[in-house]
């Protein structure tokens, strides 16, 4: 997915923070810059692991809290 108009990091940080208390949320869920182990500058993209519909679910609430507190 498309990196968000706020700084790589702070958004995987901030939305990794969040997981936790969405719907479908599983302890091994993890969002990531990709392609995976780049660091910012490098950086393209989002993704998550694993990929099922409830943790689909929990990446897209998540991501609107973000969208939500960041105005965009």
């Keep these: 997915?498309?990196?968000?108009p706020i700084a790589?990091?702070?958004?995987?940080?901030q939305?990794?923070?969040?997981l936790p208390d969405k719907q479908g949320y599983t302890p091994d869920l993890v969002v990531f810059l990709t392609?995976?182990?780049?660091?910012?500058?490098?950086?393209t993209g989002w993704d998550w692991h694993p990929?099922?519909?409830?943790?689909?679910?929990a990446?897209?609430?998540a991501f609107e809290d973000i969208?939500?507190?960041?105005?965009f």
């Design 1 to 4: 997915m498309p990196l968000p």
């Design 8 to 13: 790589p990091e702070l958004f995987i940080k």
């Design 15 to 18: 939305i990794n923070e969040l």
């Design 35 to 43: 392609p995976r182990g780049c660091q910012e500058p490098q950086a």
């Design 51 to 57: 990929h099922s519909p409830e943790t689909d679910a």
């Design 59 to 61: 990446v897209k609430q």
């Design 67 to 71: 969208r939500h507190l960041h105005g």
